[in-house]
């Protein structure tokens, strides 16, 4: 019995639940689907770096890598990489993962004074093996792997994070500036999905938080046959719903990708006690077909597309009208 029809035969469907199962994917009917690069925020070069990558033929991995790698390097942005900004005792850590179309996924949390994330956790897919490597072991793995050590604290992040200790009043920020956590799903010239995920996390976190976007299911997940997803905002509320591991599966059920965000951003908002109006939450999704869609709590999330038709940042839906 191969995984598919495992799926078929003991899934909720065969428990009675009612779900209609895989009743609109199947590897075997996919029609030609051109390749599209789809990111969390407004993250133009990021997305025009991965396009470059998938329409010189090259692979949806290494497209997501290098789209997230832009960020990385920017020290302006102050969610990811370099110029992240750090937690309440003054340290940038950062959590990134990676996921290809075969389902192999490497991970790294917490790890500090190495800017890009995104390719530790790519050779900790290609090189070890493990999943996700953490702090000063990721940080050692990564040095071994010849990347640089180096400064990650900017002076204007450091400026920013000085000021914040004079009232040490911490509640999630909405959305900082323009974008958060990076994340990228693309589809390439074979028709093959990956994904990754980058973010110094939450600012003015306590020292040894993780975030979703690390987290295989939450913050990430990609299932060749189905399609991918990504997340950002406040994490601990993704890791609570498995939110991209729980947009894919209904996207498995047969809704498209902004029916599958909408009603994952839901789940998070009807839980009971839900202090939604205080927090951002905000998905993408690419299904096989090459169809896109997104949604988030609070207004001011978005998405940015590379396709054919050119790199364009599309406003998301969101729930929460009186933001
Ligand atoms: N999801 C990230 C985290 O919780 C932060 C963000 O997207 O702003 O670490």
């Known amino acids: 019995m191969n995984r598919r029809s495992f799926i078929k035969n003991t899934g909720v469907a065969s428990l009675g639940i009612g779900l209609n199962i895989d009743k609109t994917f199947s590897s075997s009917n996919q029609k030609d689907v051109d390749p ?6 407004d993250v133009k070069n990021a997305t025009n770096k991965a396009w470059k990558v998938i329409s010189e033929n090259g692979s949806s991995l290494d497209a997501v890598e290098l789209g997230c790698m832009v960020e990385e390097a920017n020290k302006n942005g102050q969610s990811v990489g370099i ?11 950062l959590d990134a993962c990676i996921m290809d179309h075969q389902g192999n996924c490497g991970s ?10 995104i390719s530790v956790a790519r050779l900790v897919m290609e090189k070890t093996p493990h999943v996700m490597l953490a702090g000063d072991g990721a940080k050692k793995f990564a040095l071994s792997m010849g990347f640089q050590q180096e ?13 914040w200790k004079e009232s040490e009043q911490y509640k999630p920020i909405i959305n900082i500036e323009n974008h958060d956590t990076i994340g990228m799903l693309a589809i390439d010239k074979n028709k093959n999905i990956s994904g990754g995920c980058t973010t110094s996390g939450l600012a003015y976190k306590m020292q040894g938080r993780v975030g979703d976007s690390p987290i295989i299911g939450s913050g990430l997940f990609i299932d060749n046959e189905i399609g ?23 996207m498995r059920q047969g809704y498209s990708p902004d029916e599958a965000c909408k009603t994952a951003i839901e789940r998070i908002i009807k839980k009971p006690g839900s202090d939604y109006k205080n927090f951002q939450v905000g998905y993408i999704a690419l299904n096989k077909k090459g169809e896109t869609g997104s949604h988030a709590i609070q207004r001011g999330f978005s998405m940015t597309k590379y ?4 790199n364009f940042n599309i406003d998301s839906p969101y729930f929460h009208k009186q933001g």
Do not use: C
């Open 307 to 310: 396709d054919k038709t050119g």
């Open 83 to 93: 110029g992240g900004l750090p937690d309440r005792e003054g340290n940038v850590t």
């Open 151 to 163: 400064n990650l604290l900017t002076e204007k992040s450091k400026n920013d994070w000085i000021k």
């Open 36 to 41: 599209i690069v789809i990111a969390t925020w």
């Open 108 to 117: 790294v949390v917490y790890l500090q004074d190495i800017k890009h994330a």
């Open 228 to 250: 991918g997803a990504v997340a950002t905002g406040l994490g601990e509320e993704v890791m609570k719903t498995i939110g991209s591991f729980l947009v894919v599966e209904l």
